[in-house]
């Protein structure tokens, strides 16, 4: 990471100068427990006025020129374009060719992804749970550039590791089932690790960075957090059940 603030980092990626993108951490803001403090979501039960409030904090300390764009993320691939005020539409991903127009996406251990070409002006974020990754969303969010795949780069933020990410077979069906051959079948099965009896573990940076690979993507940064383990940086809802969201956004200026 780098360029740190108290309350929010600068993903270490090679993006160009006219794309700005941050992840904030969980302190810095005024949130009470099991939300404390720098919780960004409304609706997770925290004090809307109080979760306002951090986003408005955010938006001063990174001189935005407006509020961030939100969804109502529901698990899925929907990709919004961005050429309105989309905030609250369902949905799990933006893509933005618009300068000053913020997109934010919600994670406590799903993946959020942040994607940019370095010669356009364009951008996506994609909040990626095993459910979205596994019914394409990269791909859906990939088809909208109008870059090159050389020139689109991408950035893995804080999720949970494929240390502590238990999940059922069932999962990793999901995943086979939208497979487009055996040999992509194949390195799905390697993402995941028997752990018990009836469980299995789930390598989300993995299944992801294969999916960029596999439409041509090859610079692939981050994948280096565990939002499960980082209990003072991210929120975590396996960890804590009730707790709050961090929030990773990319802006075009």
Do not use: M, Q, W
């Given at each position: 990471m780098r360029s740190n603030h108290p309350n929010?980092?600068?993903p270490d990626w090679p993006c160009p100068p006219f794309v700005r993108s941050v992840v904030t951490y969980r302190f810095g803001g005024n949130s009470k427990k099991p939300y404390a403090s720098n919780n960004m979501a409304i609706h997770v039960g925290d004090d809307i006025e109080i979760v306002q409030n951090?986003?408005?904090k955010l938006c001063q300390n990174l001189s935005l020129p407006r509020q961030p764009i939100w969804l109502n993320q529901v698990h899925g691939n929907k990709i919004i374009n961005?050429?309105?005020?989309?905030?609250?539409?369902?949905g799990d991903g933006f893509y933005c060719?618009?300068?000053d127009k913020?997109?934010?996406?919600?994670?406590?251990?799903?993946?959020?992804?942040l994607i940019c070409s370095t010669k356009k002006k364009e951008i996506a974020a994609i909040h990626a749970g095993w459910r979205g990754l596994g019914s394409g969303i990269i791909k859906r969010a990939l088809d909208m550039f109008e870059s090159s795949s050389e020139d689109v780069i991408a950035y893995l933020g804080p999720?949970?590791?494929?240390?502590?990410?238990e999940v059922g077979y069932e999962v990793r069906e999901y995943f086979c089932d939208h497979a487009e051959n055996l040999v992509e079948k194949n390195r799905i099965k390697a993402a995941f690790e028997k752990w018990g009896e009836n469980k299995l573990l789930a390598d989300l940076y993995e299944l992801a960075r294969m999916d960029f690979e596999l439409?041509?993507?090859?610079k692939i940064y981050g994948g280096n957090f565990c939002s499960y383990r980082n209990s003072e940086l991210f929120?975590?809802?396996r960890r804590d059940g009730i707790t709050g969201r961090n929030a990773s956004i990319i802006w075009l200026k």
């Open positions: 929010f980092f600068s951090n986003r408005e961005v050429t309105h005020d989309y905030s609250l539409s369902d060719k618009e300068l913020p997109c934010g996406i919600l994670t406590a251990d799903c993946l959020p992804i999720a949970i590791s494929s240390e502590v990410f439409y041509g993507i090859s929120y975590s809802y």
